[in-house]
């Protein structure tokens, strides 16, 4: 039975947690706190919208983005889980996972002075075990105040041990990605997707934004910063549980191929995500848990 607004009502406070139902037949939480408005759908556990009081949105959304069962949402936060990119050896396997297209169920709202904590769990089940013959429990858990905080937790419910790729794949707004620069990721390495996989040494200087960019840099759980002049000031992204920093831009070419995102809004747009992919993967024994964090800001 598909999920709707009124299936979540005991958890409403109107002007403050509220769900609707949207014309795709997805339901959306909408949060209003004194610090910040925020947007979640249950589909993908996905924050679309995230606006600190007096600032203007962090968070990209495509105009073209589909928002259907099954489709991906492009832009906010997409939720990636148990592999990044495409499955090694698993050629019909989606992209990035299954996570960021299943229906998601509420465990929890907290609702604090100026923070809205907002907890939605997948559990493994028969969809799931088809493409991953795994026992897990995901949590997403948001939390809703000056800064967007989400901490993703893995849990090993099954009697073996597994292996697990992730990503909170946050698609940052830009005046204009050509203007931007990115610190924190200084000497650290990185395998470079758009030269056939080399690994490179990330220089002393800021990187900047001058064609297609997809970079995964490895062993590192530095904060970053975002410097947009058409922002006053940069923003921060702090990670912990975090071994894995991307940054993505698809640029022009690659922008025309995407159905979901409109071939004009590569400039608007910077993805600087939080993960463990490749050599940091994450292996977790029966009964362990997991938890990667992400604060921006």
Request: a negative charge; charged letters at 20%; hydrophobic letters at 40%.
């Amino acid at each position: 039975m598909s999920q709707t607004a009124d299936s979540f009502s005991r958890w409403q406070i109107p002007g403050r947690i509220e769900f609707h139902d949207t014309p795709d037949m997805l339901v959306r939480l909408e949060i209003q706190t004194a610090r910040a408005q925020a947007a979640i759908y249950l589909h993908g556990a996905h924050v679309t919208h995230f606006q600190p009081v007096d600032s203007a949105p962090i968070l990209f959304l495509s105009e073209s983005s589909a928002f259907a069962p099954g489709k991906a949402i492009r832009g906010g936060v997409p939720v990636i889980f148990p592999w990044f990119g495409p499955r090694a050896g698993h050629s019909c396997a989606p992209m990035h996972g299954f996570a960021r297209t299943s229906e998601w169920d509420i465990e929890s709202i907290a609702d604090a002075d100026e923070t809205v904590t907002v907890t939605l769990r997948l559990n493994a089940s028969g969809v799931t075990s088809a493409q991953w013959p795994h026992d897990f429990i995901l949590r997403h858990r948001m939390t809703i105040g000056a800064k967007l905080t989400m901490e993703l937790e893995v849990e090993n419910t099954g009697t073996e041990s597994f292996e697990f790729e992730e990503a909170l794949h946050t698609y940052f707004a830009v005046g204009d990605v050509r203007e931007v620069s990115v610190t924190g990721l200084a000497d650290v390495d990185f395998i470079d997707k758009t030269d056939a996989f080399t690994r490179k040494t990330q220089s002393s200087d800021p990187i900047r934004i001058t064609a297609e960019t997809d970079r995964v840099y490895l062993n590192t759980d530095s904060t970053c910063e975002l410097h947009d002049p058409s922002r006053p000031t940069p923003i921060v992204v702090e990670k912990s549980g975090s071994h894995t920093t991307v940054v993505w831009n698809p640029w022009i070419e690659k922008a025309k191929a995407m159905t979901d995102f409109a071939d004009d809004e590569w400039p608007k747009m910077l993805c600087i995500e939080t993960a463990n992919t490749g050599q940091n993967a994450i292996t977790l024994a029966s009964g362990e848990t997991h938890i990667m964090r992400a604060t921006v800001g």
